[in-house]
């Protein structure tokens, strides 16, 4: 038993030894021509010869240096989306009631009539009525945040 230990611990000792004689035969030129794959000899000599390869992006960005530290990483917003439709009848001032609760953005999605829905001229919001005029009539997109 304890031979076998003792041949063991040999062993290992000896190993690195053994293997320097592999890093001996390839000096360190030789090693950067090394790629993946087979290479035929007398084939096209590697155009970028050293080991470091320059990049490929056309403008690399610069180095940003040490600036803050990221964030705690916040989920993005959420929001939830309604459609209301209102029309101006016969040319005339109309407008359609919505809740404002949360709201964050009304525009206009999709317009129905001939007539143009232009914001602020003939279609707009006011507090929480949305108005067309002059023969205005499109669907509106409410969007609100959680």
Known sequence: ?????FAFLIACALAPLAHADLNDTMDNA????IRPGP???GG???PYPGPVRPD?????RPNPGPGYPPGPGYPPPQYYYEYVTCQS???RYNECMFNNYRLVQ???VQQHSYDACIWGQTAGVNYNR????RGCSATFEIVRGY
């Open 106 to 108: 009304i525009r206009i």
């Open 56 to 60: 490929p992006r056309p403008n690399p």
């Open 89 to 91: 009848y016969g040319y």
């Open 44 to 46: 096209r000599p590697d």
């Open 130 to 133: 949305i108005w067309v005029d």
């Open 39 to 41: 290479r035929p000899p």
């Open 30 to 33: 030789e090693m950067s021509y």
């Open 1 to 5: 038993m304890t031979k076998t230990l």
